[in-house]
């Protein structure tokens, strides 16, 4: 009897070895994965704010911007126009990707829409940086479309892959919040732009 209940003993202490450390790791693996789908949504969500930002960034103080780089309103409305031109191309391109890499596509496009991003808000800046002869004529003005031809680029991402987005890492309970943050986040780009900008580019000088 003695035998049998060592024995007994023995298992339990094993099954309890074996069960708590699986235990312990499932719940790591699971906070792992709670944490980790709210950061690639705020990651989602930054690219998009950001995106918006500079896509309306020479509406949100035209008459400065005028000043500034000696063009007309018309090179104002078509610098804001590019991210509705460019959104068709791209956001077809986007479909595609994700048909032929359903796996890969998600990522691939995210990071394409933010290299596409940063490097059009970089391309941008260059005019600021040279002679006022150079940044107003037609070379510095070619820039400044670029940068948002570029920028534009990755507006197929930021507003056609919310909700794949939501699918794919958010359990169906939070899918509508995850939409709406990822939705949101880009007119609150807009907004805090029109905010700040004004203020901060009062004189065409500056």
């Known amino acids: 009897g003695g035998v049998s209940g060592d024995s007994t003993v023995t298992e339990m202490i094993r099954e309890v070895d ?3 450390p699986a235990s312990d790791t499932t719940e790591r693996e699971e906070w792992r994965m709670v944490v980790g789908r709210w950061y690639v949504l705020a990651c989602f969500s930054m690219l998009s704010f950001c995106q918006c930002m500079v896509w309306f960034t020479f509406s949100s103080a035209s008459t400065q911007f005028e000043d500034y780089y000696d063009i007309s309103e018309s090179t104002i409305d078509l ?3 590019w991210g509705a031109i460019i959104f068709i191309p791209s956001a077809f391109c986007i479909w595609l990707m994700q048909i032929y890499l359903p796996i890969q596509g998600l990522r691939i496009a995210f990071w394409i829409g933010c290299i596409a991003n940063f490097t059009g808000s970089v391309v941008r800046t260059i005019p ?3 002679d006022k002869d150079i940044r107003q004529s037609d070379k510095g003005v070619w820039m400044l479309h670029l940068g ?3 920028s534009a680029m990755s507006a197929g991402v930021v507003m056609t892959l919310c909700t794949k987005l939501s699918v794919v890492w958010f359990p169906t309970h939070q899918r509508a919040t995850a939409t709406a943050i990822a939705y949101t986040s880009n007119s ?3 907004a805090l732009l029109f905010l700040l900008t004004p203020a901060i580019v009062s004189d065409p000088e500056v």
Request: net charge neutral.
């Open 128 to 130: 600021c940086w040279l």
């Open 18 to 20: 074996v069960v708590a």
């Open 188 to 190: 609150a780009g807009t």
């Open 79 to 81: 610098l804001l126009n």
């Open 148 to 150: 948002q031809i570029l």
